[in-house]
């Protein structure tokens, strides 16, 4: 049995250990202990973190992509626990697309991967984001329009150009994530991407690029010649 927090000499304990140590010194479940901050009744910080972590498999991505309401499924989880919990995985994705973002500039797909897949990586629906460029390919706006299974009824022209007329865009690229992981399109992803494109066309708005974000990927459809 592990021992309870106060059996712990205190030079030992998660918090006074990374004071002292670089965080790599400690383990995953000591360092969801330190977000969690104390224990319960006779079980320690790192016990309840434990049991946190076991409750999604031992996998850190799983944990990631937990609503805050599944993260209080584990005893001594309450709302400020999930909350801390959900808002360091947050950090750590903005952290991760920062370099990305540290540029407006979009010169590639890989640039639209880098500035949105850390963000959409763990997401569990579909969200589909325009991004609204100037003539230098910057970009000006930056949205999430849906969220849900991409379809053409979901996706419709004019919430997609609504934006880029407003705000007088010359192109956008669309993007949006698999929550499988396979960046792979599907029939649906291409005929909404043929859709889009007929109507820039008739907009003189073109669309550049529909890029589908997967775990550790993208597909450009605008490489695949859909996109012209």
């Known amino acids: 049995m592990s021992p309870h927090l106060h059996e712990i000499p205190a030079s030992e304990r998660p918090r006074e250990r990374l004071l002292r140590l670089r965080p790599e010194a400690l383990s995953t479940a000591e360092l969801l202990a330190v977000l969690l901050g104390s224990g319960t009744a006779g079980r320690s910080a790192v016990e ?3 049991e946190l972590l076991a ?16 993260l209080q499924r584990t005893g001594g989880v309450g709302p400020a626990r999930a909350t801390a919990v959900a808002a360091a995985f947050a950090l750590g994705r903005r952290m ?6 540290a540029t407006s500039r979009i010169r590639s797909p890989a640039d639209v991967y880098g500035r949105l897949g850390p963000l959409l990586r763990d997401r569990r629906q579909e969200e589909f984001w325009v ?10 706006l930056e949205r999430c329009l849906t969220i849900g299974l991409l379809n053409s009824s979901l996706v419709h022209p004019r919430e997609v150009f609504g934006p880029a007329i407003a705000a ?5 690229i669309v993007a949006h994530n698999h929550p499988s992981g396979d960046p792979e399109p599907s029939p649906e992803d291409i005929a909404v991407t043929c859709q889009l494109v007929e109507s820039g066309k008739l907009l003189g708005i073109p669309v ?3 890029v589908v974000l997967g775990d550790c990927g993208y597909v450009s459809l605008s490489e695949r010649g859909l996109c012209r």
């Open 48 to 50: 309840v973190a434990g």
């Open 55 to 70: 409750a999604f498999g031992g996998s850190l991505r799983r944990l990631a992509r937990a609503e805050a309401v599944e």
């Open 96 to 101: 991760e697309a920062e370099p990305a973002r």
């Open 131 to 140: 991004l609204y460029l100037d003539t230098q390919s910057h970009v000006v």
């Open 168 to 172: 007088a865009c010359a192109s956008l």
């Open 208 to 210: 550049r690029d529909h």
